[in-house]
């Protein structure tokens, strides 16, 4: 990064620090709250030290979810064992958690991103920075959006994208990791990137930037596609040098379908980042869409059953992106111009036996 | 591939067939037999039917092995419980093996390569294809050489390269997987990629083809020296994040590393075919460099007494390669510059502790 970070304090007063909320408090959400509250305080210069983070309140033993977390610094039900440095401080109101802040961190299922996004519609602070941490896509009439586009456009801020190879858990643990923000092309967007980059990187947390903020989104949503098939080869006991050639199949239709659809994509997101090829390997490696695609052809179960069974809570990104994908896909013609994602649908939703899979690439 | 077969018969007799000779015949080169004993069959318009197969003559369970082979139509020594075609004949003189073959694969261990080619030299007919399946590189005098490039310069012959995410075991079960062909940029160089791709390529054995012959070389022996690092931190449990890190890391180092030292590299030969990508997953996934690396942080064990141990007579090549880079880098002054290489020099030969893994990096 060549441009300094003396431009980037907030345009309403240049001696002022950034003022940091974090939307939403899962489990990746209090993993990176945790970063996020020891980097206000090592960056004291840049960051207020106190950050919020908005907390769907919900009921844990008997008291409100937000009360637990901040009396006890850590949130037991989605993080549970790892403390939060004290500066974490859950609040059950998005408005009020996002007051006055100049950097706006998104990390919540995408189902709730519209309403969440409606709340804070001119209740936001105006030269705010917003990032997006959502996996998924969004698939309506024929077209196609990724979700830091969607709060952009609702919120009227300039929003980047970050996506890894970042499983809670490990980077909870201070686990090595890398990690990548994509901005947008404009000076804000490189601001933005700048000041997420100081929030965010630590010695085992390490983040890269790209000028691609679709390309990023894009990565985390369609990899889940990717593992599905992974998973289905896992199934099939069909080894590593099979598991392999689809990573790598995958991994070449989720760039020339993001080429396709969106403007600006950069190849070496894909290839070359950690949202890319590393979230990719992980992601096939050991996550739950690769789990439940194994037990679906190991027991012939749905997928929403698998889900119930193993993910105790959690969703399946992976087929529910195939579906949007497929749906896109259809609406433009070219459903056959990208064979991997046209399997795993078929395998997934039209009954097609998943020993079909490389018959079909 | 636009040209047509038609032009690629032997220069000797424009209706003569091309006759097929595989130098070696270990696991990976019984394996590849198998494949093209399949195929000179499916293509007789093309190919002689009958494959020599060099072997080097050994003794099995008192009988010469090349001996075993002929009347069971099988390697039980180095590739057991798989059948070869009955038209692969195994000859234990190499000389005899490639008399009149006009096509050449070089599948042996890269310490044998010198040694054969002498004996090979003005014997081999002169308008001959070769292709290189041999892991590893050579470094002499601060030089580094490719075995292609070996081949072609002691035999006088185009030499391509075929690499790709290729466990010998599966792909002798018709496991699916792809593969991938590196070749010249001359016009003799697309007709040695064209004619192996029809010598190789069937519905679970899928060939790529790029021109770019040192790449998929260079791809085959770096990919072990990642792997090492990858079984480092298996062996240490620090996760699927950083596993997958280091392999992006990694997977950047053999791209830049290749791009410093040879002309004509193509990068998307390490982003996205078989031989880059693919391979180096296979690899860090599966293979014994990955065994190997984390049995030496769990046990403390130097690697040779490892490699004797877990290896089954197998030779450890991550670890050789590492050396030869870092005696190449040494002597180039380079050897910041590759901290994952660095890396894994220092915590195989030097001592240092594998917790600095990422901590170089």
New interface residues.
Partial sequence: MSSSLSSSAPASGSQKKHKVAIVGSGNWGSAIARIAGQNTQRHSDIFEREVQMYVFEEDYKGKPLSQVINETHENPKYLPGCKLPENVVANPSPVDAVKDATMLVFVLPHQFIRSVCKQLKGKIHPDAHAISMIKGVQVKDGKISIFADVIQEALGVSCSALSG???AN??AQD????TTIGHRADDKGRENAELFFKLFDT??F?VGIIEDVAGVSLCGALKNVVAIAAGF?DGLG????????V???G??EMKRFSEEFFEGIKP?TF????AG???L??TC??GRNRKCAEAFVKTGKPFDQLEKELLNGQKLQGTETAREVHQLLEARGKVDDYPLFKAVYSIAYEGIDAHDL??RL
Avoid: C, H, Q, Y
């Fill in positions: 190879a970042n499983i490990e980077v686990k090595f990791s890398e010695p085992t390490k080869t069909w080894g590593d040098n099979a598991k392999a050639a990573m790598r199949i991994l070449m070496e290839t070359e980042t950690s090829v590393a979230d390997i992980t490696l050991g490389t018959s």
